[in-house]
């Protein structure tokens, strides 16, 4: 008896298993873009915000708290810091460092039902500049549900 | 026990005080205190008058934060004409070990002193110099006895105020200036005594707030440099910080026309996306380069630029790999050039070779600034490799690599291993190198100007990491619109050689002798070596530097100008040894010479010395009468003439003397035919046979020169005839002249026999025989007339016949 109540067991955890499996893999395939906030979207046309340098490491943070902020990020700029609402907001912030010069050309942040994508793109010019680290940040709003968030970073030549 | 105790703190105590140095000087009869700042020291040098070899010397300990050439005694009556302190250097030293003295034992340190702070807390160097007024002009006296006691010297007494005499000291004088001052003041004898003090607005060359940081302009060792490893602004400056009427066209990603400190723009701008005015900003690049260039300075602002006062022209273009992106460069320089650029600086690259590029590049080398040529620069690139395209693209193109701040070539630690400040890990490899690098210039973390707020590299308005040959070719902009400040008619080919033949040789480098580079030795990696500011800037302005006076130096005064002199810079004048100095003064030398006999070459030179360089003009000048003309003739000197021709004689460049001022005179068979007084030539005629003879003398302002006298021979046929009376025959000898004829004189002649009635009865051919027989047989007796033609010259001679 323990051992058909073992099989059962077992056998629904594979049909669960693979019917979740299933589930995810279709929804992986819809991605929505979704608005990107910037520091000076929340009242503070002055403001502009940075990793402290201590946290500058050519990736990135994602910030969803207050005390989280005030740990990693400083306001480089600005008279009247805004107050962010991080019950509604989550922040990325992050720098990468490329050899010789270029600018960040586009940014856009997509999710679906289990991730969260914010793209970076980042292309090339003929400066001589030795190098250059580019700083980016994007306020997204918080997902109702749990989902996993990364940073895509694409450079064209 | 307990007061025993007491007594020794007491004492201790007491020691402590007292072993204290006290530094204070004498004001209004009252003590000023002063703190020792142990971190710097004033030196006086001599034979050292360059930064870089004053750094070598000093080692490692120390670094030299300011050097400068300066005459002491200019504005004051010499005491001592033979005075050591003309013309030698005092230098600023820093040091982070305080301790360490012993560079002060160097032979070409002849004094030093520390610094101290005073209640401000501002630095205040002491130098070599110190002021003491005397109570009456007698008290001069004293004042010799007690120099002489201390070992200072008297360098003399001021042109206003004669009782105040300014004094110096050496390593062997009892003290050092403040202490000597104290010293003189307490005896009670003078109505003061100050020691010069120097306040901080004298050390440092601007106030901008970034200034310490920009070792590319003054490398004083900040994070780890080399002093001197800098391309020696603060000198430079000393001559020009750039005209208005100099402007530096960016081709870039466009400056930020109301940046705070970027005031001296062009109100003439060109976007080359739209095609219109103004520029737009589509990058942070272009505001960096622009900074390097253009920053205004001594504006108590962020940083200053290379050359602040002159024009930055803002031409913007996305420099990105985007379609027709480099047709719009193109068009970026064409505008540049064709708007009133005289530099357009490039701190960019191209994977691709374009034509219309080169023929936008060549446009300008060749069309701009009215046919003189922009100066053209271009980074070299960054990919540690050959000499990216453009820069590579033209000879005339300067080519700029990077260098670190510590003299190597500028790159990653992994490329550049000794690099004491390389690119970041994450930066391109190197700055490039090879055949077409021409020089190099700072091109790390290099401190300028940033788009404001956090558009641009950094968040605020500047940013300190600046890196790149794109950092390292606006330098060369910069130094190449100061040196059209002092010199606008440079052209774009005679800037670039005075900046390659003015740079420093930094590093432990292989500079050598290299075919095809003409402008002193050369390295692969840094070309002629890192610019240098101030040399180029003062060759430049050498080069309208020039000496006026007369050509000619008599018995009385003759005064000589030296015209566009550099500021900040000693003149010495000298004459040569037949000439005797009368007065001089800084920019006019007058001297006379000892007799007007002198009748020699000789010369007025003045050096003009500059923390810079220093130069020699000399202007050659006659001293006394004129010499003895010196004559020729067209052609060889003639000394037969055919009677009846002409012939000129000239005077070529007599010494010390117009030609126009030759007196001519003739005697004999010749005469002067166009005039005899102020020409220098004359002609003269053979009007008979024989010797002539002229002569020829020149004036000038000291008197007349001796006179020349030359001679000429109007020759002739010498004839004769035998017998006469003749019968038969009479023979004719014809004896030609025996002087060189150079063929001005007939070489034949014809013999004529006329009866009594005029008829010819006898006619010779054109002959040169020395005797000719002619038969008289026919000829009925009676009397007869021979006559003998050569050329002009006729001779008659009466022949009789008998038969």
Redesign the interface.
């Known amino acids: 008896m323990k051992t058909i109540k073992k099989i059962i067991l077992l056998c629904g955890i594979i049909v669960l298993t693979a019917f979740s499996c299933e589930k995810e893999k279709e929804d992986a395939d819809d991605l929505e873009p979704i608005e990107i906030k910037k520091i000076t979207d929340f009242g503070c046309d002055?403001c502009?915000i940075?990793l402290k340098p201590e946290y500058v490491n050519?990736g990135y943070y994602m910030i969803d708290s207050e005390n989280d902020f005030n740990k990693y990020v400083k306001y480089?700029?600005g008279e009247n810091i805004p107050s962010i609402d991080f019950e509604k907001y989550f922040l990325l912030i992050g720098t990468k460092?490329?050899?010789?010069?270029g600018?960040i050309t586009d940014e856009k942040a997509e999710e679906n039902n289990i991730e969260i994508i914010h793209t970076i793109t980042i292309?090339?010019?003929?400066?001589?500049?030795?190098?250059?680290?580019l700083?980016y940040h994007a306020f997204l709003e918080k997902p109702i549900k749990e989902k996993a968030v990364r940073v895509e970073i694409i450079i064209e030549? | 026990m307990k007061k025993t105790t007491i007594i020794i703190l007491f004492i201790i105590s007491i020691l402590f005080v007292y072993g204290q140095k006290e530094y204070y000087y004498w004001y209004k009869g009252e003590k000023v205190y002063l703190k020792e700042n142990k971190d710097k020291r004033f030196v006086l040098l001599k034979n050292i008058e360059s930064e870089y070899i004053l750094s070598q010397r000093v080692g490692n300990t120390w670094h030299v934060e300011k050097l400068k050439k300066e005459n002491t005694v200019i504005t004051l009556n010499a005491y001592n004409k033979k005075s050591t302190q003309q013309s030698l250097s005092w230098a600023i030293l820093k040091t982070t070990n305080k301790s360490d003295i012993t560079i002060m034992d160097l032979d070409e340190i002849i004094y030093d002193a520390p610094f101290f702070s005073n209640s401000q807390n501002q630095d205040i160097g002491l130098s070599h110099l110190f002021y003491v007024k005397l109570n009456k002009k007698e008290d001069l006296k004293i004042l010799d006895e007690l120099s002489l006691k201390h070992n200072v010297e008297i360098i003399g007494s001021n042109k206003f105020m004669p009782l105040w005499y300014t004094l110096s000291c050496t390593k062997r004088s009892t003290g050092n200036a403040l202490a000597t001052a104290n010293l003189f003041f307490e005896t009670g004898l003078f109505s003061a005594s100050a020691p010069d003090l120097m306040v901080d607005d004298m050390l440092h060359c601007v106030n901008d707030t970034y200034f310490n940081n920009q070792w590319n302009l003054n490398n004083t060792g900040q994070n780890g440099g080399d002093p001197g490893i800098d391309i020696d602004i603060c000198d430079a400056w000393e001559i020009t910080s750039g005209s208005d009427n100099v402007i530096v066209a960016v081709l870039d990603q466009g400056i930020e026309l109301n940046h705070p400190d970027l005031l001296n723009m062009s109100p003439l701008s060109f976007d080359t996306e739209s095609g219109t005015s103004p520029s737009v900003v589509l990058g942070s690049h272009g505001t960096a380069c622009a900074g390097i260039i253009g920053a205004s300075a001594n504006n108590n602002l962020g940083i200053a630029g290379v050359a602040p006062n002159c024009q930055l022209m803002s031409i913007s273009n996305s420099l990105a790999g985007t379609p027709n992106s480099r047709q719009r460069r193109g068009d970026g320089i064409n505008w540049a050039w064709q708007n009133g650029a005289d530099v357009i600086s490039n701190s960019w690259g191209s994977g691709v070779q374009y034509p219309i590029i080169d023929d936008a590049i060549d446009n300008a080398l060749t069309l701009g600034r009215g046919g003189l040529g922009c100066v053209v620069v271009f980074s070299a690139g960054n990919n540690n490799s050959a000499v990216n395209y453009p820069a590579n693209s033209n000879p005339d193109i300067i080519a700029i690599g990077a260098n670190d701040r510590c003299g190597f070539r500028s790159g990653r630690i992994d490329i550049i291993p000794n690099s004491c400040d390389p690119w970041c890990p994450t930066c391109q490899p190197g700055s490039c190198y090879g055949t077409d690098l021409d020089v190099v210039a700072p091109g790390t973390n290099i401190p300028t100007t940033d788009r404001q707020g956090s558009n641009g590299y950094d968040v605020t308005d500047y940013t300190q990491t600046f890196g790149g040959t794109s950092a390292a070719a606006p330098h060369i902009a910069g130094i190449a619109a100061l040196m059209l400040s002092v010199n606008p008619s440079l052209t774009q080919d005679e800037i670039r050689d005075i900046i390659e033949s003015t740079c420093t040789k930094i590093g432990n480098y292989d500079y050598s002798t290299v075919t095809g580079r003409t402008n002193g030795t050369w390295d692969d990696e840094m070309g002629y070596g890192l610019v240098n500011a101030c040399s180029a800037v003062f060759e430049a302005f050498s080069r309208i530097m020039s000496v006026t006076g007369p050509s000619v130096v008599c018995t009385s005064n003759s005064t000589f100008t030296l015209h566009n002199c550099p500021p900040g810079t000693s003149i010495g004048w000298k004459e040569s040894r037949n000439l005797d100095y009368v007065s001089g003064g800084t920019n006019n030398y007058t001297v006379k010479a000892y007799s007007n006999d002198s009748r020699t070459r000789g010369w007025v030179r003045v050096t003009i010395t500059s923390s810079c360089g220093t130069i020699a003009l000399q202007k050659n000048v006659w001293v006394g009468r004129p010499g003895t003309p010196v004559t020729t003739p067209d052609g060889d000197p003639p000394m037969e003439v055919v009677y009846g021709s002409s012939f000129l004689v000239n005077i070529f460049n007599p010494p010390g003397a117009d030609p126009t001022t030759g007196e001519w005179a003739a005697m004999g068979s010749i005469v002067p035919t166009t005039g005899t007084s102020g020409k220098s030539w004359c002609h003269f005629k053979a009007t008979s046979f024989g010797y002539g003879q002229w002569h020829v003398y020149t004036s000038n302002d000291c008197g007349n020169s001796d006179t020349y006298i030359g001679s000429v021979i109007v020759p002739w046929w010498k004839f004769g005839m035998s017998p006469n009376p003749a019968d038969d025959y009479v023979e004719i000898t014809a004896e030609k002249k025996e002087y060189d004829t150079k063929g001005v004189v007939s070489d034949n002649y014809e013999v004529k026999i006329f009866n009594n009635l005029k008829s010819v009865v006898y006619e010779s051919a054109k002959t040169n025989q020395t005797l000719l027989r002619i038969s008289t047989k026919q000829f009925i007796t009676g009397t007869y007339y021979i006559h003998f033609t050569a050329g002009e010259q006729t001779e008659v001679k009466q022949l009789i016949i008998i038969h």
């Not at chain 1, 460092?97 to 010069?101: A, L, N």
């Open positions: 002055d502009s940075i050519n480089a700029t460092s490329i050899e010789g010069g600018s292309t090339r010019d003929d400066t001589h500049i030795a190098g250059i680290t700083k030549p």
